[in-house]
């Protein structure tokens, strides 16, 4: 009987796709959340908040294997702490970790939490895997949409994305997790790059809707981190997915 496989942020965009990939595999899950939920079909839910430290012991008690998703807008740095230290107490052999392409090169507070949490993995003592993967076509739709509502549409020159589908990450991940433990992999990203006016041009079509769009600057640090591609990984695996099939599937 192997142990189950912990999955941190098991229910969110990319845990409900990580989740049946692991068990099409064969393997049980555990999942951690905050929510209780019903256990089933070689799933298992653990209540627990990694941000107040609460639940952790009881997740990573008998999992070899911990597959770090979980993330929110700050305090990733905090909650990876949290669990690397249950985790090591707990004997885990295998923690693996999804960052984001820039963690060491963008000069804002999300990227600076993320690498803190790579850190907080590397400095674990735990074997260890960490995939960078550029934002979620999810996060790009979602962001364009909320633009989209204003009248007029501002665009920060030199603004650049290489979104990439959570069901390629996923993938990639669930066959990490299987495997050994990899150090720093190769980052994953999308087929193509695109400028922010682009995305938004591109959706406004889609939707038939027309906006102004006003060209301006991104200021300080953050805006020559953007303008240099800092968060791009012109190196990268390259996902099959594009931006404009996730976009024809979400827009029916």
């Known amino acids: 009987m192997t142990s189950p496989i912990l999955v941190t942020g098991g229910t969110g965009t990319l845990g409900r796709i ?3 990939l692991l068990r099409d595999a064969g393997r049980d899950v555990r999942v951690l959340s905050r929510r209780a939920h019903e256990p089933g079909d070689g799933i298992e839910y653990v209540a627990g908040d990694l941000l107040k430290g609460e639940g952790i012991e009881l997740a990573v008690s008998g999992a070899e294997t911990v597959l770090h998703l979980a993330g929110g807008a700050k305090g990733d740095d905090v909650a990876t702490g949290n669990l690397v230290r249950a985790a090591s107490r707990a004997g885990v052999r295998h923690l693996v970790y999804i ?3 820039g963690a060491d090169r963008v000069p ?3 990227f600076r939490s993320k690498l803190g ?3 907080a993995v590397t400095g674990s003592g735990l074997p260890w895997t960490t995939l960078r993967a550029a ?4 996060l ?3 962001v364009l949409r909320t633009m989209a509502k204003l009248p007029v549409v501002p665009i920060p020159g030199g603004l650049r994305f290489q979104p990439v589908d959570a069901r390629d990450v996923a993938e990639r991940l669930v066959e990490l997790t299987l495997g050994r433990p990899a150090g ?7 087929p193509q790059v695109y400028g922010l006016g682009d995305l938004v041009r591109g959706y406004l079509r889609a939707q038939g809707r027309r906006r102004l769009l006003l060209p301006v600057r991104m200021p300080g640090k953050p805006g020559r981190a953007y303008r240099n591609g800092d968060n791009l990984s012109l190196r990268a695996d390259v996902g099959k997915r594009t931006w404009e099939e996730f976009l024809a599937e979400n827009l029916r």
Do not use: K, T
């Not at 934002?135 to 999810?138: A, E, G, L, P």
């Not at 720093?184 to 999308?190: E, F, N, Q, W």
């Open 117 to 119: 949490a790579e850190q």
């Open 99 to 101: 960052s984001v392409i």
């Open 108 to 110: 804002l507070g999300y």
């Open 184 to 190: 720093l992999v190769s980052d994953l990203a999308g």
């Open 18 to 20: 990580v989740v049946p």
């Open 135 to 138: 934002q979620f076509h999810d």
């Open 140 to 142: 790009v739709l979602n």
